[in-house]
T-cell receptor
Framework: QKEVEQNSGPLSVPEGAIASLNCTYS??????FFWYRQYSGKSPELIMS????GDKEDGRFTAQLNKASQYVSLLIRDSQPSDSATYLC???????????FGAGTRLTVKP | EAQVTQNPRYLITVTGKKLTVTCSQN?????MSWYRQDPGLGLRQIYY???????DKGDVPEGYKVSRKEKRNFPLILESPSPNQTSLYFC?????????????FGSGTRLTVV
């Protein structure tokens, strides 16, 4: 089982819709969770971090964490074509003191 | 500007010719790491360093070397590159022990080995 799993997509949503991206992780003691956005050929850019159960909102982005289900998600409201990118879920594994990444979900927002 | 600088951005080389990819950060971060990114496999860690003169293997260290003689620099060395090392490489840094702040990534190096 992979440590961090994401649906590879592609996920396609119309402009203005809500995009929902999901991620599961295997290490129960993971403490920190991140979403990175990566445009094609570019480096990952941190867009959200979340550390406790519940929701965290930042502008059009909402991260949701459920540690009991080992599940973290990212909602993008009012999706824009500029949101079209690959979204990487990352988890800080306490035991290894490093970051593990999912393979990413490719999102396309159609005008 | 706080940043991680990688060079070169693009590199085409031949099998067996030693090369070095440089990485430098200006944020006084203790923790630095190298990743490679391949389609369908995501980001895989090659080596990481928790501080000067402290380095350790990641998930895919074979064929790579690193050094950390100064806090700001963490070069990646391929002593004898092979075609299976063709990939997109990223250097990343973070404050040690505070990975909950996430990584800052360099702009990437696209390496092709022919």
């Amino acid at each position: 089982q992979k440590e961090v799993e994401q649906n590879s997509g592609p996920l396609s949503v119309p402009e203005g819709a809500i995009a929902s991206l999901n991620c599961t992780y295997s290490d129960r003691v993971s403490q920190s969770f991140f979403w990175y956005r990566q445009y094609s050929g570019k480096s990952p850019e941190l867009i959200m971090s979340i550390y406790s159960n519940g929701d965290k909102e930042d502008g059009r982005f909402t991260a949701q964490l459920n540690k009991a289900s080992q599940y973290v998600s990212l909602l993008i409201r009012d999706s824009q074509p500029s949101d079209s990118a690959t979204y990487l879920c990352a988890v800080n594994l306490v035991n290894n003191n490093d970051m593990r990444f999912g393979a990413g979900t490719r999102l396309t927002v159609k005008p | 500007e706080a940043q991680v600088t990688q060079n070169p951005r693009y590199l085409i080389t031949v099998t067996g010719k030693k090369l070095t990819v440089t990485c430098s950060q200006n944020m006084n971060h203790e923790y630095m790491s190298w990743y490679r990114q391949d389609p369908g496999l995501g980001l895989r860690q090659i080596y990481y360093s928790m501080n000067v003169e402290v380095t350790d293997k990641g998930d895919v260290p074979e064929g790579y070397k690193v050094s950390r003689k100064e806090k700001r620099n963490f070069p990646l060395i391929l002593e004898s590159p092979s075609p299976n090392q063709t990939s997109l490489y990223f250097c990343a840094s973070s404050l040690f022990g505070r990975l909950n702040y996430g990584y800052t990534f360099g702009s990437g190096t696209r390496l092709t080995v022919v």
